[in-house]
């Protein structure tokens, strides 16, 4: 696998910092690179989905009502003067009394156990396939999603932009990793 340097920044910090540099790789995998990194996006998908759907629940297992869009008798939803649906408070039958909303400390242990639950037909552990690193990065990813979305709730600036499942052709294949040396080795050897 050849690498070729796309582009180098620098960054200006404070005076004390000195610089800091940059390099951009564009990256020319080999077939079993290109498998093994097919491995790791959908191993980083699904546990980031998995923890946001996860997250989702325990938060509405925290709530005492929700609220619901108010539906006229024929079942439509009732909408306000400017064409907004109007929405009520409804008992929430998912709440539990004492539960609380999951943080990174919960998802990080629910890491270990959904990667000893999760087999595939052939009882094969596949997220054990996956870069471990990788894996606590989309842990990390979600709650800094979660963090910057409370932090724009509470700011009230713009819409808060609630974090989104990540879909498998996303444009963005992503995933961090601090081994990425072990899995792509250059040409040169």
């Known amino acids: 696998m050849a690498e070729k340097p796309k582009k180098q920044s620098e960054k200006q910090d404070e005076p004390e910092q000195g610089r800091r540099l940059s390099y951009k790789y564009r ?14 996006f959908g191993c980083v998908r699904y546990v980031y989905n998995h923890f946001l759907a996860e997250r989702e629940a325990a938060w509405l297992r925290t709530q005492k009502t929700v609220k619901a869009p108010q539906l006229d ?28 909303p999951m943080s ?6 629910a890491l270990t156990v959904l990667k000893k639950e999760t087999v595939d037909e052939d009882g094969r552990k596949w997220l054990y396939d996956a870069d471990a690193t990788a894996l606590v990065y ?24 609630h974090p989104r499942f990540k879909t498998r052709p996303s444009p963005s294949r992503d995933a961090r990793s601090a ?11």
């Open 27 to 40: 990256i020319y995998p080999d077939a079993k690179q290109r498998e093994y990194f097919a491995v790791n």
């Open 73 to 100: 008798e024929h079942g439509e939803v009732v909408r306000n003067e400017k064409g907004k649906a109007v929405y009520v408070d409804e008992p929430n039958p998912a709440y539990v009394e004492g539960s609380k």
């Open 104 to 109: 990174m400390f919960d998802t990080s242990k």
């Open 138 to 161: 989309a842990l990390r990813h979600l709650d800094s999603a979660y963090k910057n979305f409370f932090r724009r709730v509470k700011q009230g600036t713009g819409p808060a932009g």
């Open 179 to 189: 081994r990425i040396a072990s899995c792509c080795r250059s040409a040169a050897g």
